[in-house]
């Protein structure tokens, strides 16, 4: 049984696979004892779970506690809305891909940077914001990092260009905590974060899962920039960025 | 959009979510105080960004942020539990064991018929980012494409979690003791 074979099978049972591999595996799950053996256990598995496991409820305190947030409040809670339309573009690119990931499985478990850096940013514009700090000051976003992080990021101010800056994060890809920006431009998020060189992935993807991806390297560092904007407008960015002065 | 309507929102996005998000929270975390205070925070973060959410898949936005929430506790209050894609890259390139067994099925019978105390030990010692995959999956029900947005991965790399997560489960549970 080879590794796709096991992804095969627990997509079919899960009922995930698409109609073309449900004949081709339901034909060899005939001829193939080791692989419909597998099929029961997992099977069995998920039996067990089902009736085993206890069903979690919230407690009738947690449940007051939450109730409380959603009955008016003597403070206010002021958050300005907008970020609406990009968690949308997050789930709209995830329903386009799912059915061509599905026939065309990898080896899998191996995630490039280029990957790692498109989780993160999807995951932010997931978050309630896309930034831990937020600011258009550049320079209340550099010494943000300061005390974070051995080295503050490069931060240049590009709204004279189109591309005001919204703030900035930590991301973790691999064990190394590194410095993200968040730029704007118009509706749409750019991520852009600095590596150390020695992460640079060999290949260098243009899109993965409907966002672009700009790469170009300074000194000891790679920048990478993450969004789903179109790639000429991206390659601006970067220019622009690359062209521009930095807070000392 | 007032704070009335963010209110109606909250109360109609987030609220229906509760027990499910509580459920998440229990197996990330791995006891029940904690998965408290991080549903309370999560519902907090939701409340905040109730204008972000655009219709559509409720539970999954919810579980996306009761997710990141409950790694953030981690990180903060045990950082040693986490487990880092690094790590996690090196789990995955163990082989697993190819039981070519063919004929009897005595696993089977045995995955069956285990305890939920079993069960729970088995699936409490996956490392951390399979045993979600699994949870969201077989727990609470969720298609690949819901882990895959609220995990904030491909869904190659849900298949593959999953897979693993299940063969470890049956590794642990088919052995008699």
Request: net charge neutral; charged share 25%; proline share 5%.
């Amino acid at each position: 049984m080879t590794e796709n074979d096991r992804l095969l099978l627990n997509a079919y049972i899960d009922g995930e696979l698409d109609p073309a591999h449900v004949l081709e595996l339901e034909r060899r799950l005939a001829e193939d004892r080791a692989l419909a053996n597998e099929r029961a256990r997992i099977e069995a598995l998920r039996g067990a779970m089902r009736e085993r496991l206890p069903r979690e409820t919230a407690s009738p305190a947690l449940r007051r506690r939450v109730a409380a947030l959603a009955r008016p409040q003597p403070f206010a809670v002021n958050w300005r809305g907008g970020w609406a339309s990009m968690a949308a573009s997050v789930v709209a690119a995830f329903a386009a891909g799912s059915i061509a990931t599905l026939v065309a499985i990898g080896p899998g478990g191996r995630e490039p940077v280029a990957e790692l850096l498109v989780a993160s940013h999807m995951r932010a514009l997931m978050a309630s914001q896309p930034v831990e700090v937020t600011s258009s000051d550049r320079h209340t976003v550099k010494p943000w990092f300061n005390g974070k992080l051995p080295e503050s990021p490069r931060v240049v101010d590009l709204t004279a260009q189109g591309f005001p800056l919204v703030g900035g994060r930590i991301d973790v890809i691999g064990l190394t905590p590194v410095p993200t920006l968040v730029y704007r431009a118009r509706l749409h998020v750019i991520s852009l974060t600095a590596l150390p060189l020695s992460s640079r992935a060999s290949a260098s993807p243009h899109a993965i899962e409907g966002y672009n991806i700009v790469e170009w390297t300074d000194g000891p560092l790679a920048y990478w920039a993450v969004s789903d904007l179109a790639v000429p407008e991206l390659e601006n960015f970067a220019k622009a960025f690359r062209a521009g002065e930095a807070v000392p | 959009m007032d704070r009335g309507d963010n209110r109606t929102r909250f109360a109609n996005v987030v609220i229906p979510h509760l027990d499910d998000a509580y459920g998440l929270a229990r197996w990330v975390t791995g006891n029940r105080a904690d998965a408290e205070d991080v549903v309370q925070e999560a519902c907090l973060r939701a409340f905040r960004g109730i204008d972000g959410f655009s219709g559509g898949n409720g539970r999954a936005w919810v579980l996306t942020i009761v997710r990141n929430t409950a790694y953030d506790w981690l990180r903060k209050n045990r950082s040693a539990t986490v487990i880092h894609v690094d790590d996690l890259e090196a789990i995955e390139r163990m082989q697993l064991a190819d039981d070519a067994a063919a004929g009897d099925n005595p696993e089977a019978a045995l995955i069956a018929r285990a305890d939920e105390a079993k069960l729970e030990a088995a699936i409490a010692s996956l490392p951390a980012l399979f045993r979600e995959t699994l949870v969201l999956r077989d727990v609470q029900g969720l298609d690949y494409r819901e882990i895959a947005t609220i995990t904030g991965v491909p869904i190659g790399t849900v298949m593959s979690r999953l897979a693993r997560a299940r063969r470890r489960v049956i590794e642990t549970l088919g052995v008699e003791k």
